[in-house]
């Protein structure tokens, strides 16, 4: 925390002071909190904007560094590095119109290299796909990315899940036909078409969890932590904890690289983990934390062990199920009398629904109802589950006594 000297009445010069200096020292509340101060005392004071930019832009809050860094740009103060640092934080929340505008005015002042020039390509990409002229934009996309452009199915592929996570629905069905176009066979791709186009789906198809999470089990630790704030976990073992602290034998429905493992381990007698993803469980394998790893489909397994488990523990895994009634009377015949049900949801309006990043959200009252009649409700409790589009996805944990 910095400490000031100079304390009392400041002006806005002052507080732009203490604002380099908190910036300098990494203190990124104390900076936040100067340049606040700095434009409380002078509106016009284009610095402390440019600095409130740039200090959100580093605590990846993109809306408020593009908000800030516009006003530069309105007040005729932006340089081409303000203009850059602009187009990225409008690509980074999915306004690729206006990001590839301020590329192609920092472009006036200053070439556009490296990152920028890659993330500029892209962003006029987007927006020409956005205006509906998707050929028009694949015939262009190399001549403006240069010596730095990507592979065309990438820059296709990741179009298709920005343009459907930040609401051009209609634009990635097209690009998701492109991509099966080229390659028909892929299980991952086809489920998500589905989810974008909004097709009756009741549960997410396992050829697919299985393939994506393999593919995705090296970084997942540290993307769904460390980027998107991800801690269902330990919240969801902390609210079991509040109801028992002692079980036999607890299954991780759907444990992944088993992040849950350490929480578990001090709760349970013996402690089982199931899932799809032979990868995942590899790096479930590595923390030791587990006595049994199943490489199976979670319900299948479930329900092939009656009256197993007195804590059955799913952390972020119902977003892979619809329908939930078959999964609930078999999670029941897998509980002992007396035992838990502890489960994480996504918000939905709707009974249930498949959003476009391919996985299911449930309204409460369904979930509720869906459980009651095998399960009492013990707990429940509102959580932010991860980043989605920068924006968090509104969730519930449960916890539930079998009847
Ligand atoms: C988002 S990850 C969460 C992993 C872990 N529970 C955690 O909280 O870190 C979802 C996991 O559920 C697994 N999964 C989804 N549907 C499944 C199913 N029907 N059977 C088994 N595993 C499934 C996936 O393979 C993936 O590892």
């Not at 789906?201 to 997942?220: K, T």
């Amino acid at each position: 925390m910095v400490e000031f000297s100079d304390g009392g009445a400041a002006d806005g010069q002052t507080w732009l002071r203490r604002a380099a200096a908190a910036d300098r020292d990494g203190d990124v509340a104390a900076a936040e909190h100067a340049f606040l101060q700095a434009l409380l005392c002078d509106a016009n004071l284009i610095d402390a904007r440019f600095g409130l930019g740039v200090t959100y832009f580093r605590s990846a809050r993109y809306g408020d560094a593009a908000t800030e860094l516009q006003a530069v740009v309105v007040a005729g103060a932006a340089d081409g590095a303000t203009c850059m640092l602009l187009g990225k934080s409008l690509y980074l929340i999915g306004r690729f119109p206006e990001s590839a505008e301020a590329f192609e005015l920092a472009s006036m002042a200053m070439p556009l290299e490296g990152d920028s020039l890659r993330c500029y390509a892209r962003a006029r990409t987007y927006a020409t796909m956005i205006a509906g002229k998707i050929e028009d934009a694949l015939a262009s996309y190399s001549a403006l990315a240069g010596i730095e452009v990507e592979p065309v199915d990438v820059v296709i592929r990741d179009g298709f899940g920005l343009l459907s996570a930040y609401g051009h629905r209609d634009i990635a069905v097209r690009l998701g036909e492109l991509l099966i176009a080229s390659k028909p066979d892929d299980a991952v791709q086809r489920h998500l078409n589905d989810a974008v186009a909004g097709r009756a789906i009741d549960r997410v198809p396992p050829a697919y969890v299985e393939a994506h999470f393999d593919a995705f089990a090296n970084g997942f630790d540290d993307k769904l932590v460390h980027v998107l704030g991800y801690c269902v976990p330990e919240r969801l073992a902390a609210m079991v904890r509040r109801h028992r602290t002692s079980f036999d034998h607890v299954l991780d429905f759907g444990c992944g690289t088993g992040l849950a493992g350490e929480h578990l381990r001090p709760l349970a007698g013996k402690l089982g983990g199931v899932d799809l993803s032979a990868r995942m469980l590899e790096q479930a394998a590595s923390r030791e934390a587990y006595d049994t790893l199943t490489h199976a489909e979670a319900l299948a397994h479930i329900s092939a062990n009656p009256v197993a488990y007195d804590l059955v523990f799913a952390a972020d895994t119902l977003i892979y199920f619809g329908r939930l009634d078959a999964l609930m009377a078999a999670v029941a015949q897998a509980t002992a009398p007396g035992g838990l049900f502890a489960a994480s949801f996504e918000n939905a309006a709707r009974d249930f629904e498949i959003l476009p990043s391919g996985r299911f959200a449930h309204a409460e009252t369904y979930v509720r109802r869906m459980a009651e009649q095998y399960f009492e409700l013990r707990e429940q409790q509102a959580i932010d589950i991860r980043l989605e589009a920068n924006v968090p996805a509104r969730g519930t944990l449960f916890v539930w006594r079998r009847r």
